[in-house]
């Protein structure tokens, strides 16, 4: 039931904080460990694991995206991304020692059972992220995380993305733990700063909502929206494109900041709205100079800039035309509370057009056929 909100999708992203803190419940023993929800995998071959390919198709990729740039700086391994509709129609080199890890958030997306099937078949072992007990994708597999989001009912994904993003964290953190390419206190440091995301994503919740209505609002003629972010704001920009996509059939391009020059930049012209994850300001490091040079660049041109940033960066304020604010967190887990104004946009622009956002057209919750 949707339980007073308007629409299951507005109830649903109120829900992302609680998502996101229910994910992280029950994952850690007595001794304060990380353990996973189900694992058929000798420890001894879990710890060989050399590589993982991600597969998934629309936001649980974008979510596998996110876990790359966690995944690769604490465990050290490659991770690839790979739509789960082309991975096996490509020859993928798979080995036991490749760990491929289906996100998905029903459970029973065709695609992504007929990759994981795939790499079973070649040797490889096979990890679930998955929101669905029981479902097809974390019983074939040899183990399995669960997000606990609670069952998501608006076709477009929202909760779920966040549940999915720290679950794959999780899954890092545990990789790290068990091969000792962090300290005990940088997990457990990490955990913390994780535990403390819900309330971060509920202060945007509680004091952006606004703007983003406002924002909507001033937007209802666009034709188009380019969105751009770098680092983990790459993946933030392509699921904030997909979702305005999905909902109020909006034509969006996400793409990475720094491609602006080689190509994008040509669709700006005067009024075209840019949307722009910044990274955090702090130390105006170059990530963050090097995205703000990108606002400056379209600005140029004439383009509407939408910005989401860290609270306080006078960059934004001066360079941006709209600011959804994110409070301080560490970059690596922003996501979390990046893609909510984005979310929320989405959610605006198609109400105010008058569109069913729960049951967007042409579109299915889970997508049983190849
Ligand atoms: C699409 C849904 O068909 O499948 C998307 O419309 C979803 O919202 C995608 O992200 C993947 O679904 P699942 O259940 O495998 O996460």
Redesign the pocket.
Known sequence: EKGGWPSFMDKEIHEDPEAVGNTLIGRFNTAGDIVLDEVRIALEDFKSIDKIIVV??????YAGMVAKYAIEHWVRIPVEIEL?HEFRYRDPILTPRTLVVA???????M??LMALRHAREQGSRVLAI???QGST?PRESDAVLYTHAGPEIA???TK??VA?VVAAYMLGLYLAQIKGTMFPDEIRGIVAQLKAMPAKIQWVLDTQCETVDKAAKRMLNAHSFLFLGRHVGYPVAMEGA?KLK?IAYTFTEGFAAGELKHGPIALVDEGEPVVVIVPSARGRNTLHNKVISGIEEVKARGAFTIVVAEEGDPDAERYADVVFWRPICPTLLSPLVDVVPLQLFAMDMANLKGYDVDK?RN?????TVE
């Open positions: 998934a198709c629309g936001t649980a990729s789960a996100i998905s958030q029903s459970g029973e997306t695609d992504t998955c929101n669905t994708i076709v477009a994904s779920a993305f999915q997909l999905e967007p579109l299915a919750k889970s997508v």
